[in-house]
């Protein structure tokens, strides 16, 4: 059955360019450059990560003291966001992450985390590939708190990518286009196809269902004394998630957030999902089901 999509009202979308407004669009930052080493590399200050071999860009980290935007945007809104995601929206399935679920083993996924989009995952008991499209109960779409807050965030991670990698965000806009989920919203605002939110979360490493060659654009909040870590597991390197900070990860690269214990931290993540930036018969159906 179809759903009614409503569009967000036009002084919500007013009030997020005039937010957006008064930030900057300048990258004033000369980033150092590190590479991927045989021994363990632990990160707390803001760079860029490039692949020894090839050149290419693993990761990019910018800390809060170095772009005082990034502390804006979380401490305005994510509290007010992240209650708002337990309250519209329902957890992320856990056997994305623990495959086979298995009791032998231990589990790395742990926390909570939520989805507004497009999730592939294997099913443990039916034995194969699932799609689940997360979408928020319809209540939120009277909610001009959670409207605000989770277009501050999301379109606020999307400002910050068009800042610092600009081909990037050009190239995940020109994605968009062809998507029919590119409907009721300027996206040029946020072309993400799917967004994602968690707290006190650690997960196995991965690789992503994203676009090759794109980046997951990822924005922290510490929240507690305890260790906070993301790693990016090809290149054995190690980041502090210090304050606020935003990660650029490429998608293809095996990566996660440490099992670290209790460290309550949240992260909000851009993503552009491959199966969705497309214009055939299977994204309309899709579209047009959910």
């Known amino acids: ?54 050149d290419k860009i693993l990761t990019v980290i910018i800390y809060d003291k170095d772009d005082n935007e990034i502390n804006k945007i979380l401490n305005e ?75 501050k965030v999301y379109c606020g991670i999307y400002h910050l990518e068009k800042k610092y990698l600009p081909n990037i965000a050009k190239k995940r806009l020109e994605l968009c286009k062809l998507s029919p989920f590119a409907k009721n919203f300027p996206i040029e605002l946020n072309p993400s196809t799917t967004l994602g939110a968690s707290i006190n979360f650690s997960n196995k490493p991965h690789a992503d269902s994203c676009i090759k060659g794109m980046m997951e654009s990822i924005i922290f909040k510490q929240r507690s004394d305890i260790d906070y870590i993301f790693c990016n597991y090809y290149a054995n390197v190690e980041y502090k998630i210090k304050n606020c900070c935003i990660i650029f990860q490429d998608g293809k690269t095996l990566h996660g957030t440490k099992n670290t214990g209790n460290h309550e931290g949240v992260g909000f993540v851009n993503i552009t999902k491959s199966n969705l930036v497309c214009n055939t018969e299977y994204t309309n159906n899709l579209y047009n089901l959910i």
């Open 1 to 54: 059955m179809n759903r009614d999509r409503k569009n967000i009202d036009k002084s919500i979308i007013n009030e997020i360019y005039e937010y957006f407004s008064f930030f900057s669009t300048d990258n004033k930052l000369n980033l150092p450059i590190i590479y991927n080493e045989d021994y363990l590399q632990h990160i707390d200050y803001s760079c860029i990560l490039k692949d020894k071999k090839t």
């Open 77 to 151: 809104n994510s509290e007010i966001l992240l209650d708002k995601f337990k309250k519209y929206y329902n957890k992320k399935i856990s056997c994305f992450y623990d495959g086979w679920n298995s009791k032998k083993k231990p589990k790395s996924y742990e926390g909570q985390n939520w989805l507004c989009g497009y999730q592939r995952y294997f099913h443990p008991t039916k034995k194969c590939q699932m799609i689940k499209y997360h979408k928020r109960k319809s209540i939120a779409d009277n909610d001009r708190e959670f409207l605000l807050s989770i277009l």
